[in-house]
C-alpha cells in the first residue's frame, strides 16, 4: 500500500502546479470581478454557487467546495487519480482566491464590477474570456476546474446524452432557473454571452490560436499539384495510393498540412492547375514532427549554434540551409494501411523529410559550397584558406 502511495506521487508533474494555480487565481478573478458583480452567472457549478450564494447566506466560495469536491471524488475510480488531485487543487485555489477577491483584497464592488462597473455587454464578454482562460489551462494540464464535467463523463452515457450535450443542458436549465429566481432575465441572457466566449477561449487555449488543417486533395494532376504545394509552402506533401470504388480505377490522394491562413492560397492553387480536383479541409488539433516551422527551426539553430561569429558570415550559413531546403523532395510515397489497421495522419519529420532525402549530389554540392564559403571567411579574416 505504501509502495502504491509513492509510486502515485512520483507519477504527478509537479510542475503543472505551477500552473493550475495560476489557473484558478485567473478564474476567480473572472468570475468574482466581472462576472458576478454584474449579476451574471459561469456555467456549471460556479455559476450554481453563484445563484446559491444569492439566495442563501453562505458565500460562493463555500458553495465551490461543496458541490465539486463530492463528484470529483465520485469520478476517482472513472477518471484516475492524477487528474481529481489536479482538479481538487485547482477547484481549491478557485475557492481560496473568489473568497479573497470578495472579502480580504478590499476591492470594492458597490458600483458593480470593479473593472467593468455596470456594463453588462463588457462584463459578460471579458468575464467570460479570463475565466474560459482558466478553465483552458486546468484542461491543458491534466486538470477540470468543475465537476459538471465530471458528472457528465460519469452519466452521459447511461441516459443517452453526449458529454457535450449534457453540460450544455445543465448549464440551460442553470440560467433558466436563476432567470425565474431572481425574476428578471437579462443577466441569464447575458451569461449565455459569457458561457459562449468561454468556450471560444477555452478553444484557443487548448488548441493553441495558430491552428492547423490538413487537406485531402484528389486530383488526375498530383504531381503538378504537389510541386506547386511544396513549392510555395516550403513543405512536403504526401501521395497515396488509393482507388475509386465506383470507378474501381486507381487514384492518388495528396495529403498536407498547412496553417489556417494559408488555407485560401492552397485552395487556389489547386483550383488554377485542376478545376475538377476534390478537396477537403479538416481541423488539425497538433502537429509532432512536421515541418510547419521548419524554417523558424533553422533560423533558431543557427542563431544557436554561432557557427560564425558575425551577421555577415551567419547570412552564409542561412545560404547553405536554403539551398538544401530548395531540394527537398516534392512528393512522398505511402501506402493505404490494410484492413484493420489505423492510420495515423502525420506530416513526415524534419530529419526525414528536408535532410535525410537529399541527393548524393546535393550533398555533395552543399559540401563544396560550405567549403568554398568557409574559404572565402578565413580568407576575410587574414588567414590562409586551408586545401579540403
Known amino acids: 500500500m505504501k509502495n502504491k502511495v509513492f509510486k502515485f506521487l512520483g507519477s504527478l508533474r509537479y510542475t503543472h502546479f505551477i500552473f493550475l494555480t495560476l489557473a484558478g487565481v485567473i478564474n476567480a478573478a473572472g468570475v468574482t470581478l466581472l462576472l458576478a458583480p454584474a449579476g451574471m452567472y459561469d456555467g456549471g457549478f460556479s455559476g450554481t454557487s453563484i445563484l446559491l450564494s444569492q439566495v442563501t447566506p453562505l458565500s460562493m466560495s463555500v458553495f465551490l467546495l461543496l458541490l465539486n469536491v463530492p463528484f470529483f471524488l465520485f469520478g476517482l475510480k472513472k477518471l484516475g487519480g492524477a487528474f481529481i488531485v489536479y482538479s481538487l487543487y485547482t477547484v481549491a485555489v478557485y475557492s481560496l482566491f473568489s473568497y479573497l477577491f470578495q472579502n480580504s483584497f478590499g476591492i470594492d464592488f458597490s458600483d458593480g464590477s470593479p473593472i467593468a462597473g455596470t456594463d453588462l455587454l463588457l462584463c459578460s464578454v471579458f468575464g467570460g474570456i479570463i475565466s474560459g482562460i482558466g478553465s483552458g489551462i486546468t484542461i491543458r494540464f491534466g486538470g477540470a476546474i468543475d465537476g459538471v464535467e465530471v458528472m457528465a463523463v460519469v452519466f452521459a452515457k447511461k441516459i443517452g ?36 466566449v468561454g468556450l471560444k477561449a477555452v478553444d484557443f487555449i487548448i488548441d493553441g490560436f495558430d491552428k492547423a488543417k490538413s487537406a485531402f486533395i484528389i486530383t488526375d494532376r498530383h504531381n503538378e499539384v504537389a510541386d506547386a504545394l511544396t513549392e510555395e509552402f516550403g513543405r512536403g506533401v504526401t501521395s497515396i495510393d488509393a482507388t475509386g470504388h465506383y470507378s474501381q480505377s486507381g487514384k492518388t490522394v495528396l495529403y498536407c498540412v498547412v496553417n489556417r491562413f494559408e488555407v485560401g492560397k492552397l485552395k487556389s492553387i489547386v483550383t488554377n492547375i485542376d478545376s475538377s480536383a476534390f478537396l477537403v479541409i479538416n481541423d488539425v488539433t497538433d502537429t509532432l514532427g512536421s515541418s510547419l516551422k521548419y524554417e523558424r527551426f533553422i533560423r533558431r539553430s543557427i542563431k544557436k549554434s554561432g557557427i560564425f561569429g558575425n551577421k555577415k558570415d551567419r547570412a552564409y550559413t542561412e545560404e547553405i540551409a536554403a539551398a538544401t531546403d530548395e531540394n527537398t523532395p516534392a512528393i512522398e510515397k505511402a501506402e493505404i494501411p490494410a484492413s484493420g489497421e489505423t492510420a495515423v495522419n502525420e506530416e513526415p519529420s524534419l530529419e526525414k523529410e528536408n535532410i535525410g532525402a537529399i541527393s548524393p549530389a546535393t550533398s555533395e554540392g552543399s559540401e563544396k559550397t560550405a567549403t568554398t564559403l568557409s574559404a572565402d571567411i578565413t580568407e576575410k579574416n587574414g588567414e590562409t584558406p586551408k586545401n579540403a
Open 161 to 196: 446524452m453526449t458529454v457535450g450535450s449534457f453540460v450544455m443542458s445543465y448549464n440551460v436549465i442553470l440560467y433558466v432557473i436563476a432567470g425565474i429566481v431572481t425574476k428578471g432575465w437579462v443577466a441569464p441572457l447575458y451569461s449565455v454571452i459569457a458561457y459562449t
